[in-house]
């Protein structure tokens, strides 16, 4: 049974940072990359960062470019998603998410993926 386990969610200030941990279990194969999203009360889930498989590309949503980074990844058990200067904007439920995506447009789709956890509540307070 493949499982998705996030934490490290909480409230925070502006300007203050977070990391997110995302355990993983259950996967067969090393061949999935792993991703984070995002979504907001009434708004859509949004990409925010992606890690390949090996390790060797990630990609990242322009709103979050230069302040999160993601690292770790299936083979390690863990994904981190380490967050610093956090904004407002930044509120949201994070899940972590299990696809075989290498190519940035098949990260950015929710479809590609096959697993997800249950999400991490990060609120940003100004």
């Known amino acids: 049974q493949v499982q998705l386990i996030e934490s490290g969610g909480g409230l925070v200030q502006a300007g203050e940072s977070l990391r997110l941990s995302c355990a993983v279990s259950?996967?067969?194969?090393?061949?999935?990359?792993m991703g984070w999203f995002r979504q907001a009360p009434g708004k859509e889930r949004e990409f925010v960062a992606g890690l390949t498989y090996s390790g060797r590309t990630t990609w990242y949503a322009d709103s979050v470019k230069g302040r999160f980074t993601i690292s770790g990844g299936n083979v390690k058990n863990t994904v981190f998603l380490q967050m610093t200067s956090l904004k407002p904007e930044d509120t949201a439920v994070y899940y972590c998410a299990a696809g075989p995506c290498l190519r940035y447009e098949c990260f950015l789709s929710n479809r590609r993926y096959d697993y997800w956890g249950q999400g991490t509540q990060v609120t940003v307070s100004s």
């Open positions: 259950g996967l067969t194969s090393s061949s999935y990359s």
